[in-house]
C-alpha cells in the first residue's frame, strides 16, 4: 500500500508560482512511477505531468514550458513547480503512484492522495 500526501496549494495572483510536493510512504518511492492529476471546477480530470523512475517527464499541452515535474528518491517525494499561473489553472491538484508510467500517463493509476487546493485570481 502507497499513502500519498500532497501539500503547497494556495491561492496566488495571475502570474504566480507555486510548488506541490507529495510525499510518499508504505512503498519502495524509487520504483514507481509517479504523476500530478487536476480537476477543475466544472471540469474532467485531466493529466498535468508524469515522471519515470528514472526522471523521464511528460506534460499535457496546457502546462507545457510553465510546469515542471521533478522527483527526490531520497526524500521520497515528487514536486511540481508551477511558474506563470493563470485562472483556468485553478483545480484540486492530485499526486498518483503506480509502477508503470503507462499507468499513470492513461488516467489508471493505483494510488491517489487526497489532492491539494490551487487558486488562481485574475
Known amino acids: 500500500q502507497v499513502h500519498l500526501v500532497e501539500s503547497g496549494g494556495g491561492l496566488v495572483q495571475a502570474g504566480g508560482s507555486l510548488r506541490l510536493s507529495c510525499a510518499a510512504s508504505?512503498?519502495?518511492?524509487?520504483?514507481?512511477?509517479m504523476g500530478w492529476y487536476r480537476q477543475g471546477p466544472g471540469k474532467q480530470r485531466e493529466l498535468v505531468a508524469g515522471?519515470?523512475?528514472?526522471?523521464?517527464?511528460n506534460y499535457s499541452d496546457s502546462v507545457k514550458g510553465r510546469f515542471t515535474i521533478s522527483r527526490d528518491n531520497a526524500k521520497n517525494t515528487v514536486y511540481l513547480q508551477m511558474n506563470s499561473l493563470k485562472p483556468e489553472d485553478t483545480a484540486v491538484y492530485y499526486c498518483?503512484?503506480?509502477?508503470?508510467?503507462?499507468?499513470?500517463?492513461?488516467?489508471?493509476?493505483?494510488?491517489w492522495g487526497q489532492g491539494t487546493q490551487v487558486t488562481v485570481s485574475s
Open positions: 508504505g512503498s519502495s518511492f524509487s520504483s514507481d512511477a
Open positions: 515522471i519515470t523512475r528514472s526522471g523521464s517527464t
Open positions: 498518483v503512484a503506480d509502477l508503470l508510467i503507462h499507468s499513470v500517463l492513461t488516467g489508471s493509476p493505483r494510488y
